[in-house]
């Protein structure tokens, strides 16, 4: 194995015994790591250190999540989230676990329109973590809910990694695509499935009951007190519509020849937190800080929450570029392509290979770093080329997911006011595994596919 292939598994060993042995803060162990896989770089230790960090803060999920922190802060403290609650409860109150079903469906829909875990998590979470915990969730399941719902972003189609996966040229000209996005549009929904299940046992396993009956408001009270509490959603709405879809192809064409450019540098992970924000400050004005004073010590009781997540977002995407430099994409794929085993242990080393690399890198990083040499083994192997397709890119979704660090499980412990270790295990037993078992099983044909 490589230098950069014996960093990673230094990086995460480091990670996980300074966050669970030594138990100090996560934001300190991924710190700890950072440091550790530069000094890989030997003399180039500060010239890794230098690369890391720039290309950590140029990223948006950084900006976004750090946003999302104080964007719940405000929906808490103004009341919106209150009154967003009590409307949820009239239509799905009489439901148990309602909240934690909602999330569910919820992160698949944003995730079908966005493809993004990060923003998935921050969005979806900062509506219906509140609300579960108010249905008497756990806080830490409320969170690994949606950090393992997170992965819809990235296993829905067409999500950015997928576009990656199927443009390689190792890939492309070896596949049907529109065979290929059938195939994965159904494997999508076996995940989607797999989510909805989860929150089936959890109702059951935290004993999580129907809200009482003198809780709910009727839906009309409760949208006559709280329908300003809506507005924030336009938020959202109007970067997704003007970005996807109908509304992208009408500005596009509105704005004449560069009109499709300037539609793709819309950047709804830095838009979306700007909206919610700006919403959220006008609507609820009247219970905001009317003097500096009092601004200064609402926002500084907003500095605990960003502690860990702070230093989680910068340093994970540090560690992941450092990774790069050490040369981890070209040792990987010499890697796979030495691979001569029987073909389901083939496919078992290929999954758990991308789950475990996609936790420090992104899932576009993974994609492009593994996707060509995934996909050629396990064809080689004697599986589909659709379903090697769909067999990586459930493996890759396990990103938001995968402890130690998955940013998806930063934003989601900091709506939800948690140690982000207390979720460790739910994730690893219900959105890691089973994602690393779904993809022997779809690249084996056990399921229904059609490709």
Known sequence: MGIAVWALIVYLITILVWATVVK???????IVGFLVLCLFGGADFFALLGTGLG???????????????????????????HH?????????????????????????????????????????????IPWMERSNWPKHIASSVVAGNSGNGTVIPPSASYLILVGLATVGPNIDKN???????VVAGYCVL???????????????????????????????????????????????????????????SLLGDKGSDAVKAIDILLWIPVLLGILSLIIGRKQLPSTPRAWYTFIASTAPRFKDIGATLVFSFAGSAVLLALGLDK????????????????????VVIIALVGGPLSATA??????????????????????????????????????????????????AEVNPAKTFVPLVVFY????????????????????
């Open 366 to 415: 993974t994609a492009a770093t593994l996707g060509g040499g995934a996909f050629a083994v396990l064809v080689a192997a004697g599986v589909h080329p659709a379903l090697a397709v769909c067999a990586i890119m459930v493996a890759i979704s396990t990103e938001g997911a995968s402890p130690p660090g998955g940013p998806s499980i930063f934003i989601s412990a900091s709506i």
């Open 179 to 185: 065979a290929t996005l059938v195939a994965m549009f």
């Open 194 to 252: 797999w989510r909805l299940l989860c929150i089936f046992y959890f109702v059951r396993r935290y004993k999580i009951a129907k809200v009482s009956g003198e809780e709910l408001m009727p839906l009309r009270r409760s949208l006559k007190q709280g329908w300003r509490s809506l507005i924030v959603y336009l938020g959202i709405a109007v970067p997704i519509l003007l970005t996807v879809g109908v509304g992208a192809e009408l500005i596009a």
């Open 55 to 81: 290309e950590a803060f140029k990223q948006p999920v950084v900006f976004a999540a750090m946003s999302f922190t104080f964007i719940g802060f405000v929906l808490t403290q103004t009341g919106i989230i």
């Open 432 to 451: 890691v595994v089973p994602f690393l078992i779904i993809p022997v099983v779809v690249a084996f044909n056990l399921l229904p596919i059609p490709h």
């Open 84 to 128: 967003q609650v009590h409307i949820l409860n009239s239509m799905l109150g009489r439901l148990r676990g309602g909240a934690g079903y909602v999330s569910t469906l919820a992160s698949a829909g944003f995730g079908a329109l966005t493809h993004s875990a990060s923003a998935n998590a921050a969005t979806i979470g900062s509506v219906t």
């Open 24 to 30: 100090r803060g996560i934001g300190e162990a991924m």
């Open 331 to 350: 040792q990987l794929r010499d890697a796979l392509t030495g691979l001569n085993a029987p073909a389901i242990v083939t496919v078992l080393i290929i």
